[in-house]
């Protein structure tokens, strides 16, 4: 996922529900010579995870058949789940995570004999264990189901909030723990399926997963899907919309409505050489094709990593290429998270650090070092902001979190993005970029497809890279990097030369050049931000009008530019962009850059009755992913 989004500290504390499963089992592991199973380094049992019912070392799916329809018109998804189980155990339930379905009816074995099932208790968060029957021989199990009004997964969009504005559209967030509002399912990071599909949508429709897709709409309304890789329930994604398809290169293409089709091909034209920058750095991409779903403004985050068919925010279509770093990211996801997986949601960094981490290097081979240092500051600065607002004590500041009786959405903050992508850096520098690279790809091929988690990772680290060098162990640091709250101290800092003349130039604004004489020519994106963020706090009308006339933020069709400076003119009153800041929260439901504006227009009582006031025109458009967020910060 892509999103450094700022902390959400109001939501803690909306926690609560205590321990749901079996108690920890080992993760010790000592042997990770990459010649043996996942079984034999004992990965076959997942991790236990606080945040799913089911057990899976008791009964676990392996497949998937998914065979549901699309009703537009109740906003209902509704259908079969059958699942291949193995029935470890041999004993007489398996079971299930959903949450606000309304399970119709189970059958067991192919020949669809009915079984009793039962709903357990609603836990906040987690929803309901659904318990069914089984035998101790029983391999295949079909849930009959609907979705209801309360699956926070999908988003249900009107023509109104389409780009073509003629037909509706869907979409599915299921990352971190949604997958089971809209398919029963063993909802956790640690345990794989396979998974085919059969999906009716309206015929003027067209359906889309993170599957093998079809790269053209039919007269029928009925897809067919299938994905060979095993992979987490997260991972599980849908979209249906009127949509077409345009290749990039070979192997890539892009999937967007008709309206945005051609402003997204021209910005993503270098994805095809991202792949090849990625594959170089990490070996081979192991899921087939890569291509993109450019989604409506409404989507809450920069960018899903669903596999196969990364879904991905039109606010990064800033017409000159400048934000395609998100892209970068997506795709490294294709080796940190989807490839090998962090095992619970504790584990987050895993994910998010790695690929922060490898979506730098990618940029950096394709856009020079130059440019990636200028995304490494940036970085820095959002980590900074995260200890700032968590404090520098909080737990939630170290890289292995403790998520237990909160929602794992909490864990989703710039620590495990930026502090896990500065951890890496730290070791890169320690051990020489040759040597990490190496272990990097031992990594990946020692535990693609399946699921590791902070201890796994140290343990294959200390063996592969530490081999008992105290001295390295020392500089590497595992104990202040992963455990300890804040960031080391003798951290290094990034430091970018291109931001050094953004920053010339600043100063010579402050010391009272005029606007207009600045050198910014030839700017991208990331000087622009870099500028606008080191704007004071308090700032005059004539300040913020002689900047705009000279730069034209208030109209600039930069989102990151955009929201920056929103910040600014909310902060200083500058009422000359209210109707664009108007406009900027009805449209866009991108939660990185919905939270720091609401706040900043929550700072003050009159400031928060006009956010309040646009909130509820604009929220018909925002995911519950966003939605969620700031219901609770502007209640
Ligand atoms: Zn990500």
Sequence with gaps: MYTMTPYRKFLLGLGLAGSLQLGACSTQTTTTDETMTAEQQGMAQAPSDVHSFAKPAEAVAHHLDLDIAVNFDQKVISGKASYQIENKAKGNEIIFDTRGL???QVYLGKEQTPTTFKLGDEKEFLGRPLIIAIQP??????????????ADALQWLNPQQTAGKKHPFLFTQSQAILARTWIPIQDSPGIRITYSAKVQVPKELMAVMSAENPQQKNNTGSYTFEMRQAIPSY??????GDMVFKPIGQQTGIYAEPA????AVYEFAEMDKMLVAAEKLYGKYRWDRYDLLVLPPSFPFGGMENPRLTFVTPTVLAKDRSLTSLIAH???HSWSGNLVTNGTWDDFWLNEGFTVYFERRIMEEIYGKDYADMLNVLGYQDLQHTLEDLGPNSDDTRLKLDLEGRDPDEGLTDIAYEKGNFFLQNIERVVGRERFDQFLNKYFQTFAFQSTNTDLFLDFLRKELIQGDEKIAEQINIEGWVYTPGLPEDHAKPTS???AQVEESFKAWQSGKPANQLQTKDWSSHEWLHFIRMLPEQMSQQQLAELDKAFGFTNSGNSEVLAAWFIHTIRNNYTAADQALDNFLTNVGRRKFLVPIYKALAATPAGKKKAQEIYVRAKPNYHAVSTNTLDAMLK
């Design 102 to 104: 309304e399970i119709e």
């Design 137 to 150: 021989e029983t391999d295949y199990v079909t849930i009959q189901y609907r979705t209801t009004a309360t």
């Design 235 to 240: 991972l599980m994604a849908l979209s249906v």
């Design 260 to 263: 945005t089709i051609d402003a």
């Design 330 to 332: 997506e795709l490294a």
């Design 497 to 499: 030369k291109r931001f």
